[in-house]
């Protein structure tokens, strides 16, 4: 019979081993148990969908459903050899995956993301250099290279695998702009003071510092590059005092002093969105895939509503003529700018299945996966050109997206930037206080100021 | 204990007590400790561009961190917010409880109903409360819109003005108006809790120490000032002690009530410290931060027990 104390310290040392185990790498969640006879290597994805959430009002409804559906065609494909194991996670995903990374963690075999993420990546080595096999695959010259530069780094070699790519346009209502949007700045202040006498806001755009500065490449970038200006040198360096760029804001000013747009505009938390959707205001810049996917219900200026409460809404309304996109405007002779962000995949750098890994984005990019991958979990319009000329993308609305983005010069808004976190953030505030902060401030000196603080740690 | 002892056949303590509380030391070493450690070494370490690897960098984090011109405006923000949320709360709780105290006819239902704030999640609240300042259809933005209250052209919008003319960009005086809302907002939150805390010390006045004090000829505002409030004194420290470190460590209200904004205007210290850390990814940074508060918090710990030792001693 065992003693008291031999029992005392058998459950001490089970405590122990419980604690031990808690410290081992845990089961991915999502994972199904391997039957005894499927051999198939893992390909592990990271989404942030979830392939077992079926609730159709959940905001990833259309994500989700395509994982679950794709997911065991994938597994039939390549019975035996590959098995697609998704592991569900939240929008901290990029975070998740550096800390991984640097922690020699559980890594995905291949993650989806968006190219604005790419400098986060590679200043932290947290993705693998994929240039050998993208520039030898058979779709490789199919690709928008744009797309493709947006997915090359400063030593020009290629970290992602771009899939789709959704520029930053502006959508409007044809009630208020029947003669379609303004193409020059002056246009667009004369319709402007117009609508205003009609007591509506000619647009309304996210000029908070909301999302930790996520307004830096929307709104601001789209004003800034269309009268020439950026945010960088070419060199790494942020580089914000210059005439184009002081214009760009001069003219934002003058836009928010006569009452162009909302108050709502600078609230946040997408609050300056929902002049737009209600009809209040004209226009809102925003990405392609934005406007489509998440712009709704809408209600038009003269009252039609469109109320699924899915991308069919804005499809919709632009479907009927009541909802149009455009490039945005740019002074008389200039040619509109724009931040584009561009969707596909990485490869982790310890992700255990790497040829897996090819496997899978070679699965993707045949054309009805893309369509479908394009359509319902990366957004925007194709990259490749044979996938773009497919029927699903000759809608009105794809239509137009694609025509605002070949009337633009849309490129990445962090440009040499490698700090874009910090970039960001810097950048929204400086904006947000010129604009509405303190709107007597000296331009030059603010942006000087900034530019300044933010080299200082290069 | 002796009867464990003696059915364990020990006849000396030995390593029992040891034993017993081993499995928690683990637990609190796994879940505090190593984050601790591992938070110091961060402090003193950068991530290299381009490798992913961490270098030590020796005090260049600390250097960065109170050089920044974000991090001495977020300790501006944060020493605002603590004044006005310790001072409105302790005044507001004592003057709660003391009505309280009187034992009307519908008190349990008052305590009940005014515990309502404390079961809300802070993010919900936020979220709340910034439902009644949103532009355009907030609950109480026609309010702070209206320019004869509050000045030409159009009043202020609690979320989106901002003093034009503070002192400069590192000392943001006078505040923006969403930071003395979320110091209304974070009070009306806590106020049950303390409340609660200070109805308690109230409660355990001897009614007897009280009416000795009335027969001497003590009037209302001498019983309160030299009898109740300092028997209530220890409750009344461990409710500021609760409140600063609630004060400088509470996250969850700025991120659903302000998110920071307008502009950088409710940037408190503990929001700073998520911004760096989870949407900068300068962990070195972050764990300067870290550490920084952590002091801070040690501080008043420390200061806390001090004034409490000194009120034991009297």
């Known amino acids: 019979m065992l003693r008291y104390r031999q029992v005392l310290s058998m459950l001490v040392l089970l405590s122990l081993l419980l604690m031990l185990s808690a410290c081992t790498a845990p089961v991915a969640p999502g994972a199904p148990a391997p039957s005894a006879s499927d051999t198939a290597a893992p390909v592990v994805t990271w989404y942030y969908y979830d392939q077992d959430n079926t609730d159709p009002e959940a905001n990833e409804r259309v994500g989700n459903f395509y994982l679950a559906e794709t997911i065991p065609q994938f597994n039939e494909e390549f019975v035996g050899q590959y098995r697609w194991v998704n592991v569900p996670r939240d929008y901290n995903l990029v975070l998740d995956l550096v800390a991984a990374v640097q922690n020699n963690g559980d890594v995905p075999d291949i993650m989806r993301t968006g190219t604005a993420d790419l400098p986060t990546f590679l200043l932290n080595n947290t993705v693998q250099d994929i240039t050998d096999y993208v ?47 303004p193409k020059t700045t002056d246009a667009f202040l004369a319709k402007a003071a117009e609508l205003k006498a009609d007591e509506n806001f000619a647009l309304t755009y996210w000029g908070s510092t909301a999302f930790d500065g996520e307004g830096a490449g929307r709104y601001y970038y789209q004003v800034i590059s269309s009268f020439g200006g950026s945010y960088d040198d070419g060199q ?35 609050e300056e969105e929902a002049s737009f959707k209600d009809g209040l205001a004209g226009a809102f810049p925003t990405g392609f895939y934005i406007g489509y996917q998440y712009l709704n219900p809408l209600k038009s200026p003269t009252g039609q509503e469109f ?68 359509l319902r979990a990366g957004g925007g319009v194709p990259v490749a050109s044979s996938v773009r000329e497919d029927p699903a993308f000759q809608t009105d609305i794809f239509k137009q997206g694609a025509a605002a983005l070949e009337a633009s010069d849309c490129k990445p808004w962090y440009g040499s930037l490698t700090r874009i976190a910090e970039a960001k953030k810097l950048i929204t505030e400086t904006m947000f206080n010129l604009l509405k902060g303190n709107p007597d401030a000296d331009i030059a000196a603010a942006l000087a100021a900034t530019e300044a603080e933010y080299n200082s740690n290069n | 204990m002796d009867w464990i002892r003696k059915r364990l056949g020990l006849s000396a303590p030995g390593w029992l007590p040891f034993w017993v509380i081993f499995p928690a030391l683990l637990v609190i070493a796994a879940i505090q400790l190593y984050p601790t450690l591992y938070t110091i070494i961060l402090s003193l370490q950068q991530i290299e561009p381009g490798t992913g690897q961490f270098v030590f960098v020796g005090s260049r984090n600390f250097e960065r961190l109170f050089g920044s011109i974000a991090f001495t405006r977020s300790l501006v923000h944060t020493a605002i917010f603590l004044l006005g949320y310790v001072a409105i709360t302790l005044g507001a709780s004592f003057a709660i409880a003391l009505l309280l105290r009187q034992r009307l006819r519908l008190t349990p239902l008052y305590i009940t109903l005014i515990f309502v704030p404390w079961i809300i999640s802070d993010v919900v609240a936020g979220a709340v409360w910034r439902l009644f300042v949103v532009p355009d259809y907030g609950l109480f933005s026609p309010f702070f819109a209206n320019p004869a209250l509050f000045g030409e052209p159009n009043g202020i919008s609690i979320l989106t003005s901002v003093p034009p003319n503070q002192l400069s960009p590192r000392v943001p005086l006078p505040p923006a108006p969403a930071l003395l809302f979320l110091i209304v907002a974070s009070t009306w939150k806590i106020l049950p809790f303390t409340t609660l805390l200070i109805l308690g010390a109230l409660q355990t006045v001897s009614p007897e120490v009280q009416e000795s004090a009335k027969i001497d000829g003590a009037s209302n505002w001498q019983l309160l000032l030299r009898i109740i409030l300092p028997l209530i004194k220890p409750m009344l420290a461990v409710t500021l002690f609760y409140l600063l470190l609630g004060g400088i460590n509470g996250v969850g209200m700025v991120f659903s009530l302000t998110g920071g904004g307008p502009g950088t205007s409710t940037e408190v210290i503990s929001y700073l410290l998520y911004s760096i850390g989870f949407s900068k990814l300068d962990f070195g940074l972050a764990g300067a931060l870290s550490v920084f508060i952590a002091v801070l918090n040690f501080g008043l710990i420390a200061l806390t027990l001090k004034l409490s030792a000194a009120y034991e001693e009297q």
């Open chain 1, 135 to 181: 520039t030898n695959a058979p779709w490789y010259a199919d690709l928008d290279p744009k797309a493709v530069e947006a997915c090359t780094g400063p030593d020009g070699k290629l970290y992602c695998v771009p899939v789709s790519e959704s520029p930053y346009l502006v959508y409007f209502w044809t009630d208020l702009y029947p003669e379609g949007f």
């Open chain 1, 236 to 270: 790494g360096n942020m580089r914000l005092n210059t005439p184009e760029n002081v214009a760009a804001v001069e003219f934002m000013r003058e836009i928010v002093a006569n009452g162009y747009s909302p108050e709502a505009a600078f609230v946040g938390n997408f």
């Open chain 1, 307 to 374: 109320n699924t409460v899915s991308a069919q809404d804005m499809e919709d309304a632009v479907n009927t003529g009541v909802m149009g996109l455009a490039p945005i405007f740019a002074p008389e002779g200039a040619t509109p700018g724009c931040h584009m962000d561009v969707f596909g995949f990485v490869i982790p750098n310890g992700a255990k299945n790497v040829e897996g890994a090819k496997a899978y984005i070679d699965w993707i990019m045949q054309q009805e996966r893309a369509v479908q991958w394009v």
